[in-house]
């Protein structure tokens, strides 16, 4: 039995070894999590975790950035980082993690989540290219298929057309 729930402050550390443990020991998932903590673009009810008998098994993190199109900031959510332990990857509890973070983030308004990531898991929760929607990327330099958004309400994203991704700070301070 996994269930996910929001995130609590007693859960930081192991949050912390989860992120580590998932991305190979490195720690910039880890510092990322705190980094978006502590800044504006935190979302409590949007940090999520997986638990199982055996305690937390995993992550996702879903914050606020902005599309700017013109001179207007329009705030969508971006996931990031997502990280199941080893140990249980591949039995649904990114599924799970991700449908709460989509039904979460449409219940909160926002227009649509946007992230960077592998082009093969993400379009089965509905993600396209976020060029698709006409949305462009600058602060980081990807391949067209993995900056990737979904619509969390019919032509939500469409009406930004021609509107740049920004990446809060605390994506670049580590
Ligand atoms: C990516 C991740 C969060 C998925 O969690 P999960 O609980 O294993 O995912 P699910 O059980 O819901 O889905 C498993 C599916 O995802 C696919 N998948 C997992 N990692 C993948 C990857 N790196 N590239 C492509 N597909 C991947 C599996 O092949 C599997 O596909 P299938 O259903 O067709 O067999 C997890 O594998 C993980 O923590 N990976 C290490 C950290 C990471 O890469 N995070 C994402 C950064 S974009």
């Given at each position: 039995?996994?269930?996910?729930r929001?995130?609590?402050t007693?859960d930081?550390?192991?949050?912390?070894?989860?992120?580590?443990?998932a991305?190979?020991?490195?720690?910039?998932?880890?510092?990322?999590?705190?980094?978006?903590?502590q800044?504006?673009?935190?979302?409590?009810?949007?940090?999520?975790?997986a638990?199982?008998?055996?305690?937390?098994?995993?992550?996702?993190?879903f914050?606020?950035?902005?599309i700017v199109?013109?001179?207007?900031?329009?705030?969508?959510?971006?996931?990031?980082?997502i990280?199941?332990?080893?140990?249980f990857?591949?039995q649904?509890?990114g599924?799970?993690?991700?449908?709460e973070?989509?039904?979460?983030?449409?219940?909160?308004?926002?227009?649509g989540?946007?992230?960077?990531?592998?082009?093969?898991?993400?379009?089965?929760?509905g993600?396209?290219?976020?060029s698709t929607?006409?949305?462009?990327?600058?602060?980081?330099?990807?391949p067209?298929?993995?900056?990737?958004?979904?619509?969390?309400?019919?032509?939500?994203?469409h009406?930004?057309?021609?509107?740049?991704?920004?990446?809060p700070?605390?994506?670049?301070?580590?």
């Amino acid at each position: 039995m996994k269930t996910i729930r929001t995130e609590t402050t007693a859960d930081h550390e192991v949050v912390r070894q989860v992120n580590v443990e998932a991305f190979d020991k490195r720690e910039y998932e880890a510092k990322l999590v705190e980094g978006i903590r502590q800044s504006d673009s935190f979302i409590d009810s949007l940090s999520l975790v997986a638990e199982s008998a055996q305690g937390i098994i995993g992550h996702a993190l879903f914050s606020k950035a902005s599309i700017v199109v013109g001179d207007t900031n329009h705030e969508v959510i971006v996931l990031a980082p997502i990280a199941v332990l080893p140990a249980f990857q591949k039995q649904g509890v990114g599924k799970k993690l991700i449908e709460e973070g989509l039904t979460r983030s449409r219940q909160l308004g926002f227009p649509g989540v946007l992230l960077i990531g592998h082009p093969e898991y993400y379009p089965r929760f509905g993600f396209r290219p976020a060029s698709t929607f006409g949305l462009v990327l600058k602060q980081i330099e990807v391949p067209d298929d993995v900056f990737m958004a979904v619509e969390l309400t019919d032509g939500a994203l469409h009406a930004l057309q021609g509107g740049e991704l920004r990446y809060p700070a605390a994506f670049f301070d580590n």
